[in-house]
Every structure is written in C-alpha cells, then in structure tokens.
C-alpha cells in the first residue's frame, strides 16, 4: 500500500459527485466509535452514484494483483500469471493458503494501489484515484477525525480490494511500529451481497470467542480504532460477484 504523505491544505481535484452527505449525524456517528471502537457510516456520499462510479471502475480494471502472504513474506500475483499456471500449481497454492490459516495469519485477495499523492492528478475518468486524494481533503479529514475522536488524523492511505469466492484475511489489529495508524475505514461499493456469501466484516472480542459482523455494503463507510482484532470471513463458493471496497488507515505524520 502507498505510503506517501498527503497534505490535507492541498486541494483535492474529485468528481462533482465526492460529497458527503450532508445528512449524516456526526454525534450519534462518534458516541458509536467511542461506545464500540468501531462504527458503520450508512449513505456516505450524497449520492449513490458516486459509489456505483467507483463500483463500475474497479468491476472493469484489469490491473489487479492477488496478494498471498507466506508468513512475513507477501507476494503478487497478476491475473495473467495466475491464468498461466497449471491447475496443479494452482492447487498447490490454494492448499498452502488453506494450512497457513489453520494456526496462523493469512490472507488471499485482490489489490490495487491507488495514487494518493497529491502532485498527480489522476485523468478525468479515474474515479477511484480521486477518490482517495479526498479521502485526505479538509471536508474528509473533518469528518473522520470528529467521529474518531483522533483530530491528530492527517491523511489518508488507500488500496482497492476484490474478495472473490474462496478470499479472506484472518484475524489481525492493524497495528505497525512507525505507521502511526489511528483508526482504519472500508469504504463499501458492493451492491446485493447476502450475508450467506461470507465476507463480512469482524471485530473479535478480546476472549476470541465472540464477534460483531458486517456484511459488504454500498455507499458505507466502516470505521475502527487500531488497535483492533478484526478479520473478512471466508467468500462462499456461492457468492455471483466480488466484494468489492476501497480500504486504508487514516494516520498522522508523527
């Protein structure tokens, strides 16, 4: 994921539709966080069209990788390599995946970084690339650091992710000696998910024996404090799309 540093006093070029809704109740939105550590900000945009732009862009780009990690290690995996190699290898690899979540942490989805430097302006039809440049404008930075409690929030980084069936990342908290992460977001662009399909969203509880699950929304955004133990459960075989959101941490300079 990018680490370049965003500074919220640059203008932000984005689309007419990057709005929030003006709607939104900033403090029910923060009483939640700092009730749960986490909360779901329903009917983000102004407009659902926004969502469906971004939906549409990722639905139709070809430059996804799938990242798999090894322990420590992450590797990628373009769609055409993955399409080169022999259904052998490819069980393979599924079968590695499958024992390193038995005991451990382990992850299997599909990514592409996203220009969040703010000296690039992204051409006019990239949505998602302006996108996240507002995710760091001063209307954003607002928001978040007001729901989150954190106004020592500076910027944010991004990533798109695509959960197809059988995709999932175990449990984890986010935290990273150096990153400064005070609270991480998914920002929800799929429509029509059934909760049946997997995928959720899970914040575990500190006895590992509980959790509070989100399924994949549209036009949401999910908010959590990092530290925080949460995982994607696994995609179903059954599930007819992908789940599809563009996700980061929103952190400080410091």
């Excluded at 203008?11 to 939105?29: E, G």
């Excluded at 592409?112 to 690039?120: A, F, G, N, Q, T």
């Excluded at 069936?165 to 059934?194: C, E, I, M, N």
């Excluded at 509070?212 to 179903?236: I, K, M, R, Y």
Aim: proline share 5%; glycine share 6%.
């Amino acid at each position: 994921m990018s680490e370049i540093f965003v500074s919220p006093e640059r203008p932000v070029a984005a689309p007419a539709l990057l709005r929030l809704n003006p709607d939104l109740d900033r403090a029910r939105l923060s009483a939640q966080f700092a009730a749960h550590g986490h909360v779901r900000v329903e009917q983000l945009f102004a407009s659902d069209a926004m969502a469906a732009a971004v939906r549409d862009e990722l639905e139709a780009r070809g430059d996804w990788v799938q990242v798999i990690n090894s322990g420590d290690k992450i590797y990628e995996l373009s769609r055409e390599v993955r399409s080169q190699m022999s259904f052998d290898r490819l069980r393979a690899l599924d079968d590695a995946v499958m024992l390193g979540a038995r005991d451990g942490f382990q992850h299997r989805y599909e990514s592409i970084r996203l220009c969040d430097d703010p000296s690039v302006t992204p051409p006019a039809d990239n949505v998602a690339d302006a996108l996240t440049r507002w995710m760091s404008s001063k209307e954003m930075l607002d928001f978040v650091r007001r729901v989150t409690g954190h106004p020592e929030i500076d910027f944010a980084d991004a990533q798109a992710t695509s959960y197809a069936p059988g995709d999932f990342l175990t449990g984890h908290d986010d935290q990273v000696p150096g990153k400064s992460r005070h609270a991480a977001y998914v920002l929800g662009v799929t429509q029509g998910w059934r909760i049946e399909w997997g995928g959720l969203l899970m914040f575990h509880d500190r006895h590992a024996s509980a959790f509070h699950g989100v399924a994949p929304g549209f036009n949401t955004l999910d908010l959590f404090q990092v530290p925080s133990v949460h995982s994607v459960s696994l995609v179903s075989p059954a599930a007819d799309r992908r789940r599809l959101s563009v996700t980061g941490w929103l952190r400080s300079r410091g």
